[in-house]
Structures are given as C-alpha cells and as structure tokens.
C-alpha cells in the first residue's frame, strides 16, 4: 500500500485517466475529488461490501426463472381543449 501525505489543492495521478485531488480539509474530515472513466467504477469503502452482495444475489435471481415486474408507465395527457371531456 503506498500512503501520500497531501495538501489542500494537491493531486495524485493514477495511471494515465485517473486524478485524485484533495478539495477541502476540515479537522477529521478531507473532501476529495476522483476524476475517471465512467467506465470506472468508484465506490466509497462502507459501500462496497453491499454493492458485492447485491450484485451476487442479482446474478443469483438471474440465472433461475425471475418472475416479470410490469409497472405502467403515466403519460402526459395534453392540455388541448379538444380532448377534454365534459
């Protein structure tokens, strides 16, 4: 594991697509900023974990029978006093 100390405004480059930069520093708290890809995927530490599991139990739905989920859709009736019913 490489550790960087860095200051406010500083940046690490990672790789050739990859910028890091520290926004803010406010006691414990540091605000940075990723600039990637949108090909790819950041996540946050504690957010990881459950992205894991939710991707494993949605290949597990996948591979068997999934039931189908239709949800109806609204859709914009127009304001032309035409279709108006009295």
Partial sequence: MLVLSRK???????G???VIEVR???GSRVS????APTAQRILRGELRE????FEAADEDES???????????????PSSTSHVIH
């Fill in 24 to 26: 803010r520093i406010s």
């Fill in 63 to 77: 591979s068997g029978d999934a039931p189908c989920v239709v949800v109806p859709s609204r859709i914009p009736i």
């Fill in 8 to 14: 406010n405004g500083e940046k690490i480059h990672i």
């Fill in 32 to 35: 940075i900023a990723v600039q």
């Fill in 50 to 53: 459950a992205a894991t599991a």
């Fill in 16 to 18: 050739d697509d990859i």
